[in-house]
Nanobody, 122 residues
């Protein structure tokens, strides 16, 4: 599985951004797709995830109600819509994939895209 993240940038607090993660694989059936973020000096943090075939999305506590993860099977792309952004959302955002059920730790994901920087100015 190869992953390519994009969509980061600079935005003012209260604004919105949409990140994209384009996935390449023979099949993504059975894969769990996630977004993580890492701020300077901090550990990689779980943001959101969803099973490729659909179903209940999962969110980290700090983004619930503000971020939405979706996927477009036809485009092999996973999106992270980020609304009501805060300065503390500033981080490098990574998309990731694992085969199997939901997991919330970065060490449990075997496939990673390059990061995309999100900077929220206050």
């Amino acid at each position: 599985v190869q992953l390519q993240a994009s969509g980061g940038g600079l935005v003012q607090a209260g604004g919105s951004l949409r990140l994209s993660c384009a996935a390449s694989a023979r099949t993504l059936s059975g894969y769990f797709m996630g977004w993580f973020r890492q701020a300077p000096g901090k550990e990689r943090e779980f943001v959101a995830a969803i099973l490729w075939s659909g179903g209940t999305p999962y969110y980290g506590d700090s983004v619930k109600g503000r971020f939405t993860i979706t996927r477009d099977n036809a485009k092999n792309t996973v999106y992270l819509q980020m609304n009501s952004l805060k300065a503390e959302d500033t981080a490098v955002y990574y998309c990731a994939a694992r085969y199997g059920g939901p997991r919330y730790y970065a060490s449990e994901y075997g496939y990673w895209g390059q990061g995309t920087q999100v900077t929220v100015s206050s």
